[in-house]
């Protein structure tokens, strides 16, 4: 596929883009397919939103979810470099030495590690917002 060939956003399509990276730049370490949503949503391309919940007594996190927007003219590319961007949250977020329930995803530390990395190494143009 040509990189600037718009594609059609579907959660298939999505759930196989995250199989697909999750071996190429996180070594298969995202340890299931998350949620996907497709949202409608003004300067924002994608986000990645946990659930907290208890399981057997212990809080943790119960569901993961990243959000793509239908409104932008994915190409393969761009849809890359954002999903890419919420796994890298995804990847940071069960990294964590404790679960840490702040809700906030911030762009320093690991994901900038990460970020910077993944751009390095795959030139993947994954950029700390993910305004477009
Ligand atoms: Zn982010």
Redesign the pocket.
Known sequence: MKETQLITLDKTYLKEKFVEYNQLYFNNSLPKVPIFSIINTPNLAGQ?CVRWGKKNGVLQIIRHEIQIDENILWTEEKLRSVLV??MI?YYVEIKKKKPKRDGD?Q?WGL?WVMKTKLNWKYNLHIK???II
Request: glycine fraction near 0%.
């Open positions: 990645y961007h919420e949250h995803f762009h994901f700390n917002r993910e």
